[in-house]
């Protein structure tokens, strides 16, 4: 069996083309341009997190660690507490403009005062230094606008974006002022009943659902969608089997994002938002999977962990091409960047590489996930950039535990160990290929 019988299988072609139309959704494709935008906020949360709870504390206490660490609560504030606020305008902006929509600025607007509409209007808070809860209204809180309420944004977002472009190409409900009005004039008025049509109506079913059901929609997101959604792609099984047939999608020369920039990653950023949260606030940190583990422990030198691919070819591989692309690839591979790995060495469609290419990363989920919940390294809480070079992400991520340095530095050596055999295999099949 070769590569050709993978090129020319109609299961792989089939499968190959639905991959292909999924990745391309305009849904999806909006979701993970969204989450790319949103993407260095984060990173610089993660940064503020990892400053004030592990770096300050080397050399501060008492009332001057409160006061520095204000610094890192205001960013956190501004990012992680306000993520729905966040998520909602973006992926209408994205997925209006992915449908070429003509005033995407007026649906991201739209989207965000929808998602506010949709959000309590009276709230139970404990008051500081307080036991008891007290009723509130006109205030919105950081657990509704922030992490717990990030899914409601993405839904919100699809969803009034979607009614909105629909009914503002009704020509009935346009206004039509004339050429001699200036553009944003024109725009403003081309959609206000649009924008009076659909608001209104988010605010009728808020209304329904406070008065009738004494619930609201953040809510009933959170329970019946949110969680059961999240628990079930973020749990261990569920984690690896998705991250796999990302990287078999790889093997056949489809982005692996198809899969996990679209449907996984998304979750794994709210269990990361909410470890980091828990963290700052000193809380117990609730998700053992997130985007921090799975990049840190399965994405070692980028998808198919293939830093460990270059250094099995550098100690055993024979076949001079291989060996090329391994010395050109090796910097780009330290910082998580291996486009040439798969294009040049090559991974597509190359039978030999498949079986490592997809068990390593899974097996680096696997023991990452199994030594945190043996206590033998802390959960990952800080949300590092992507291209963090192995053993110095993982004491990053968990901020600042050198047992999870450790833990990443077996997975590489398994990594390259299980890699050694398929290094062999290939350089046999590359050289019988080109003796025929």
Known sequence: MDANFFQNSKFIEKFTIFAGKLGNEIHLRSLRDAFATIMPLYILAGLAVLVNNTIFKWFLDGSTLEAAQYWGTLITNATLNISAL????????????????????????????????MMP???????????????????????????QGMFAGVIIGLVATE???????????????????PPAVSKSFNVLIP???????????????????????????????QEPLRVATTSL????????????????????????????????????????????ANEFIPNTINVALVTTFGL?????????????????????????????????GIFNINEPVIFGYPIVYNISMMIPFILVPALGILIS????????????????PWTTPPLLSSYLATAGDFR???????????GVLIYIPFVKINDNVMKHSNNN
């Open 86 to 117: 966040l998520i909602a305008p973006i992926i209408a902006y994205f997925l209006s403009q992915n449908k070429g929509f003509e005033n995407p600025l007026a649906a991201a607007i739209i989207s965000l005062s929808s998602l506010i509409i």
């Open 121 to 147: 209007n009276t709230l139970m808070i404990t008051p500081l230094n307080a036991t008891e809860a007290v009723e509130i209204s006109g205030a919105l809180t950081f657990s509704n606008i922030g992490t």
């Open 163 to 181: 009614l909105f472009i629909r009914i503002s190409h009704m020509k009935k409900l346009q206004i039509n002022l004339g050429d001699s009005i």
């Open 195 to 225: 924008v009076i049509l659909l608001m209104s109506f988010f605010a009728l079913i808020s209304a329904i659902l406070f008065n009738v059901f004494n619930t609201n929609l953040i809510l009933m997101i959170t329970t019946i969608i």
């Open 237 to 280: 099984i569920g984690c690896i089997i998705l991250y796999s047939l990302g990287n078999f999608l790889w093997t056949l020369g489809i982005h692996q994002s198809v899969i996990y920039s679209s449907i996984l990653e998304p979750l794994l950023i709210i269990n990361m938002t909410q470890n980091m949260v828990a963290y700052a």
């Open 300 to 332: 070692m030198g980028g998808s198919g962990s293939t830093i460990c691919l270059l250094i099995a070819t550098f100690l055993v591989g024979r076949y001079q091409a291989t060996k090329s692309v391994s010395k050109m690839a090796f910097v780009p």
């Open 369 to 384: 996930y199994t030594a945190t919940i043996l206590n033998f390294m802390d959960k990952c809480v800080v949300f590092i």
């Open 404 to 414: 999870a340095v450790i833990v990443q530095a077996i997975i590489l050596i398994l």
